[in-house]
């Protein structure tokens, strides 16, 4: 059955540092996410795009965060200067059809910024 | 999207049905039902949606009331793998629209006992 991987499944990193998520979607799929858990937290949205475009972004996603497709398989979520209050499990989703309620999500990175 | 309010946590015994109610009392006449679960820190688990007619499948079935102002999630043999997080969330679905993220709340959490 297809799934959703990310990698790397925890990463480690300091204050300032940059930092990029990635992820592989279900090959068919066309719409991608991009979620966060802060520990004990609810799960948070924080980024839709479809078509190399952004089509939705929260208010937690400013400008220290990025995505990108670069090619036809990755997703990528990138933090520019990563701060304490980024720790937390990012989570990669997909589904196929615009809108969709179902939504495919991977196993997560765990983020520690120390 | 509509509010959905769910009981904090449950129990079931294994091998018992599990009914995980939810209540949405403020739903729109274009917005479905989606359930989905998240077992300790993974991502969350697509299970089951709908409009208005009862769902089953493979993993659950959803009875949503006449009204549509309440459903509720069973899981017709609860198993020990079945104990996380369960969440009731309520949005338009499919194309036409511009709401592509999915909003989580707290959930249930059902814990499935020997």
Known sequence: ?114 | DAKTTQPPSMDCAEGRAANLPCNHSTISGNEYVYWYRQIHSQGPQYIIHGLKNNETNEMASLIITEDRKSSTLILPHATLRDTAVYYCIVRVSQSGGSNYKLTFGKGTLLTVNP
């Open chain 1, 1 to 114: 059955e297809p799934e959703v991987t990310q990698t790397p499944s925890h990463q480690v990193t300091q204050m300032g540092q940059e930092v990029i998520l990635r992820c592989v979607p279900i090959s068919n799929h066309l719409y991608f996410y991009w979620y966060r858990q802060i520990l004990g937290q609810k799960v948070e949205f924080l980024v839709s795009f479809y078509n190399n475009e952004i089509s939705e972004k929260s208010e937690i996603f400013d400008d220290q965060f990025s995505v990108e497709r670069p090619d036809g398989s990755n997703f990528t979520l990138k933090i520019r200067s990563t701060k304490l209050e980024d720790s937390a499990m990012y989570f990669c989703a997909s589904t196929w059809v615009r809108g969709a309620g179902e939504q495919y999500f991977g196993p997560g990175t765990r983020l520690t910024v120390t």
